[in-house]
């Protein structure tokens, strides 16, 4: 297993992806699949939620407790958010 560097934004997403897939059975191909990224991606997905707390260790139980807990009060720090100046383009935030 890699070092764990952090958590990555598609981590939250692969999670709730988990969580809608309810009681169906998935493979990381699948999830990969669905969601247009690499299975080595959900795999190393898998492994820094395991070593984060927030599933558990056969990868494929969401710990809905402590990803709700992350997600209303640890998501804020760990991908922070803070408005820039003005600037040409879309607004995608605010």
Known sequence: MKKHN???AHDIVILLKIIAKANEE???KDLAYELF???SEVSESL???SYAGLIASDKKT???QALMDFLSNGI???FPQKPNGIVR???TAH
């Open 6 to 8: 952090g958590m990555r």
């Open 26 to 28: 998935w493979l990381m």
């Open 37 to 39: 990224i690499s299975s």
């Open 47 to 49: 492994n820094r939620s």
């Open 62 to 64: 969401v710990l809905r």
């Open 76 to 78: 804020q720090y760990v």
């Open 89 to 91: 383009g879309i607004v």
